[in-house]
């Protein structure tokens, strides 16, 4: 259940790993909002390698997809995800989804470029037509194209925001209505704080992995 008050400020720990990353995180949100249509399916790939793997290992496995000119001629790519080099969970699965999606990279980018959807729209119909795209990776990848005011709510997410009192209790699964009340609460927290929700995100995951990644 989602907490009816926002926490008046962020606990210190935040606030000193947001003054010692924030010039990185706004490079990095600056890039999102920089990157080229012609890049947005490989980013779109990209999220479908990294939910329960690692980001540099989707990494290192889109850039073998690249130089193998994936997109351009979708081929079996399980090899190079259960490559234990840069092994990706899953790797049969998502394999069938990253052929489905490169094949379909035309109607993709008709709905991505389609400037009468705006991103929360977008989103909807990612998550219909891409298989391997729920509510969380379909947001990770909007906002690693500039989408803005659309939260990725993952566990690691929760427990934050469970810590800040934006929620009281970790929900045990997400629908589609629950995402977007956490969603609501996540951008009023941020609000609360002075800070875009896409800050607050990034701030969150940097402090989970160190750095500040995609």
């Not at 490169?102 to 109607?107: L, M, P, Y």
Request: charged share 25%; proline share 4%.
């Amino acid at each position: 259940m989602v907490h009816r008050t926002i926490a008046p400020s962020l606990p210190e720990e935040y606030a000193e790993h947001y003054r010692r990353h924030a010039e990185a995180i706004r490079a990095r949100l600056l890039e999102f909002r920089q990157i080229p249509e012609s890049e947005y399916l490989n980013e779109l790939l990209f999220c479908l390698l990294t939910p329960g793997s690692r980001a540099a290992h989707a990494e290192q496995v889109m850039a073998a997809l690249r130089a193998r000119g994936f997109l351009e001629r979708p081929f079996d790519p399980t090899p190079y995800l259960r490559d234990p080099a840069h092994y990706i969970r899953f790797h049969n699965q998502k394999a069938r989804r990253l052929v489905a999606a490169a094949s379909n990279g035309a109607a993709i980018m008709d709905a991505l470029t389609d400037r009468a959807l705006d991103w929360r729209a977008r989103r909807v119909w990612l998550v219909e037509h891409v298989n391997g795209l729920g509510w969380k990776e379909a947001s990770h990848f909007l906002r690693n194209i500039g989408a803005q005011n659309l939260a990725i709510i993952d566990r690691h997410i929760l427990k934050h925001l469970l810590r800040c009192g934006a929620i009281d209790a970790m929900p045990k699964a997400l629908t589609r209505r629950g995402y977007a009340e956490i969603e609501e609460r996540f951008a009023a927290l941020a609000d609360r704080m002075g800070l875009a929700l896409q800050e607050l995100d990034l701030l969150f995951w940097s402090f989970e992995e160190g750095s500040v990644r995609k």
